[in-house]
């Protein structure tokens, strides 16, 4: 499969395009830009700054990836937007570039943007994210891996959502989000352990009822942070998944959604 760039497109003569790439009519791609095997760039794509596609993702119509970062810090420098493998990336969606020099905003493999969507300078999304339409994430957001989030959500700079979470459309999200949960609201209010989605993937009935006794621990039993930590240590610390939750409730900074 040979690399195919249609002549309505600009591609500046020093990006780099692996085997089997698709530059679509009005697609512009700036000179530092890296596209991996067999990725399509649609039409009216713009691909700009230090931004590093890898190989077998879908850039929809009109999507701007490696934009400059919305932060009056921003000063010009190198910094870089990086996407994963298989990554999907639909119509209008924008992606920045990270603020500090040499610094990152990170899309990770297998995930699926949607119409516009916004990933703003530094954040960083993990493997098998779902962010559905017009989802707006301010700067250093972090998104764990297999985390949904609904559409016309907003998200405060700095929140970490964590992995198989599941965050209901029209959300306004100020906290951290912790794993395994569902949520939804504005202000946001927590619906229990993500239990469809936990045995979607595939988690053992065990896990999953380790989960809930540890989500009544944290949430429901109106214990401090540390309490509740030290309890789910206690009486829980066989269950790798219980360890992971409460490591996230430990080291939260903006406190968690509840």
């Not at 249609?6 to 698709?22: I, K, S, T, Y």
């Not at 009216?44 to 810090?73: M, N």
């Not at 198989?164 to 949520?183: E, T, Y």
Request: aromatic share 6%; charged share 20%.
């Amino acid at each position: 499969m040979s690399t195919s760039i249609h002549p309505a497109a600009f591609v500046d003569e020093r990006a780099e395009l692996g085997v089997g790439v698709q530059i679509e009519p009005g697609a512009v791609i700036g000179p530092n830009v890296r596209i991996g095997d067999r990725t399509r760039v649609g039409s009216h794509t713009l691909l700009a700054g230090w931004t590093r596609i890898g190989s077998d993702c879908d850039l929809h119509h009109g999507a701007v990836l490696g934009s400059p970062p919305q932060d009056l810090k921003y000063a010009g420098e190198p910094s870089y937007l990086e996407v994963g493998d298989h990554t999907v990336v639909r119509e209008y969606a924008t992606l920045n570039l990270a603020t500090e020099p040499g610094a990152s905003t990170r899309v990770g493999r297998h995930c699926m943007l949607m119409a516009y969507s916004h990933v703003a300078h530094n954040c960083q999304i993990g493997d098998h994210v779902i962010v559905a339409n017009a989802v707006q994430m301010a700067g250093y957001v972090t998104l764990e891996d297999w985390a949904i989030v609904g559409g016309g959500t907003v998200i405060h700079q700095f929140v970490r959502v964590g992995r198989h979470s599941m965050i209901g459309g029209g959300s306004r999200i100020p906290q951290d989000v912790a794993p395994f949960v569902k949520l939804a609201g504005s202000p946001p209010r927590l619906a229990g352990i993500n239990v469809v989605g936990l045995e979607r993937r595939g988690f053992a009935p065990g896990t999953r009822e380790a989960l809930e006794h540890a989500y009544r621990i944290l949430f429901r039993e109106s214990l401090t942070v540390a309490e509740a930590v030290a309890r789910m240590r206690a009486t829980l610390a066989h269950v790798p998944e219980v360890e992971y939750l409460a490591r996230f409730a430990e080291t939260s900074v903006r406190g968690l959604t509840r």
